[in-house]
């Protein structure tokens, strides 16, 4: 109701009042019917109002917004937005944080906003961020969209293009390197191993300098704690001066050894006679030195360069040796398409595109049991998505995961690669996003993934601990889905590596049967 409305609605109340007191002999009575009837009015005039019909937990005089803020914070963004999904739809409005935030998992919904420029800002606390050094810096979560515009095509420049030529090769070699150096085949601990070799390809590859595999392994780790703990804390949480330093601290120790790595390669560059091999991290030098980016900005984007592949490729490749063991059958057909197309010979890249089983095989992985399942968004202007009311400033969130089990695929609850036996539209398959703030690295992750599993499974049959599945493995799913690691848990997910015969799709037999 307008202002204009309510000031006439006012008036006439005051005209009845002044009515009801001058003339004595109107029943008492006409004036209560007025007043209901006036009531009545305002009534229907409310509930004609615009109002938010999007469904979700009620506001209920504040209280809604605390507890779902809450429920983020104690169980995990991923959890989180799972069990709001699940309960209200796939259209649900929430609160982080007070400020309101959409969770959508209709594949139509998702499109409209990876595809929308109005949606190219990502959501976080900017303490949190400022904590981890990326805000306005970087490119994972970089809000400042002239700042990610600029610094976004020297890392689409290292991941694509003639940089795929090299990767396969040196993925094969990393890979071969740490399983060569395996003190025991018995117990495996195959998450060092798959960190150790894409932290040793990320060097290779975008740096190239000499690193401690396992010291700036653990640097890692503490930084991506870090991060799933403050990105949507409270200013206030950053008021506690003694939590903040012990973040900032975690941060910092991760910041100071990218920082090393980076002057070293600068004095590597000054140094040479020639400069054969332009890298990532050399682009992004010289650009600092002709004044394009800032010395901070230059170390958090090969900070974010090195602790995205230990972070996701080396978990997706874990949860697969999973997948393969649970499902026999897909195993044999990995193992004879590896044996048909690569035989006796070194993985060529040509022969990339000939493995149409084991695409499938890591796009129903990664369909099925994704590292990374929802994506963040922020609205930069006023929309409309599905019908529902978008305001400049609401947080979104994109739960791909639910997505991609609830949408079109032919078994979309089960783990099939029945599920890639035909081309999936874009717009229901959307492991990478799509659009303008697309992930840059979705190539070369297909490349990093197919290289390195076809060196293991060549050589490998990889048995889990005896009941270890996907189903029973501790895992939480804040920032993405982890296994959970502690040291009572670390010696449950070893595996046993059993030696296979090169040309052979027979396997080894189970070692827990």
Aim: aromatic content about 8%.
């Amino acid at each position: 109701m307008t202002p204009a409305g309510l000031d006439g609605v006012m008036a006439d109340l005051r005209s009845v009042y002044q009515n009801a007191t001058a003339m004595k002999s109107l029943d008492v009575s006409f004036a209560t019917r007025t007043l209901m009837l006036l009531f009545c009015l305002l009534l229907f005039a409310w509930s004609h109002t615009d109002k938010k019909t999007t469904p979700g937990p009620s506001f209920c005089l504040g209280l809604g917004p605390i507890l779902s803020y809450l429920r983020f914070i104690w169980t995990g963004i991923g959890t989180a937005s799972n069990y709001y999904n699940n309960k209200y739809g796939d259209i649900v409005r929430v609160w982080i944080n007070g400020e309101e935030t959409l969770i959508l998992s209709r594949a139509s919904a998702i499109h409209h906003v990876l595809k929308n420029r109005k949606y190219n800002s990502r959501f976080g606390s900017k303490q949190g961020l400022c904590c981890i050094g990326m805000n306005e810096k970087g490119i994972i979560f970089n809000n400042n969209v002239d700042q990610w515009k600029k610094i976004r095509p020297y890392f689409t420049k290292a991941l694509t293009g003639p940089n795929l030529q090299q990767t396969m090769e040196v993925c094969i070699s990393s890979t071969q390197t740490h399983l060569d150096n395996l003190d025991s085949l018995d117990h495996v601990d195959v998450l060092s191993v798959l960190r150790c070799t894409v932290v040793d390809i990320s060097n290779r590859l975008f740096l190239d300098v000499p690193v401690n595999e396992k010291e700036l392994l653990q640097k890692i780790q503490k930084y991506f704690d870090t991060w799933q703990t403050v990105l949507i804390k409270p200013d206030i949480y950053f008021k506690l001066g003694w939590i903040h330093q012990r973040h900032k601290t975690a941060a910092q120790e991760l910041q100071d050894a990218i920082e090393n790595l980076v002057e070293q390669k600068r004095r590597s560059m000054e140094q040479a006679d020639k400069l054969d091999n332009i890298n990532f991290t050399a682009e992004l030098i010289f650009a600092q030195n002709r004044g394009e980016l800032s010395a901070d900005n230059v170390r958090q984007c090969v900070l974010e360069m090195v602790i995205a592949a230990p972070d996701t490729l080396s978990i997706s490749l874990f949860f697969m040796l999973l997948l393969i063991k649970q499902n026999p059958q897909v195993e044999r057909l990995l193992l004879q398409e590896i044996d048909t197309v690569v035989g006796e010979e070194r993985l060529k890249n040509g022969d990339l595109q000939k493995l149409a089983v084991m695409e499938s095989f890591i796009n129903e992985c990664l369909r099925f049991h994704p590292v990374v399942d929802f994506t963040m968004r922020r609205a930069l202007s006023d929309d409309i998505i599905e019908g529902h009311r978008v305001a400049k400033g609401t947080n979104i969130i994109l739960n791909t995961g639910r997505m991609h089990r609830t949408e079109f695929f032919l078994k979309a609850s089960e783990f099939s690669l029945e599920n890639f036996g035909q081309n999936v539209p874009r717009r229901y398959f959307q492991p990478f996003g799509s659009g303008p703030r697309a992930c840059v690295g979705k190539h070369i992750a297909m490349v990093m993934m197919k290289s390195i599993l076809v060196t293991l499974l060549s050589q490998y049959c990889v048995c889990p601990h005896h009941g270890l599945t996907l189903d029973c493995l501790p895992q939480t799913n804040n920032l993405s889905q982890q296994p959970v690691e502690h040291q009572q848990e670390a010696q449950h997910l070893n595996m046993t590596f059993l030696p296979r015969q090169r040309s052979s799709c027979s396997m080894p037999p189970d070692p827990d049967l």
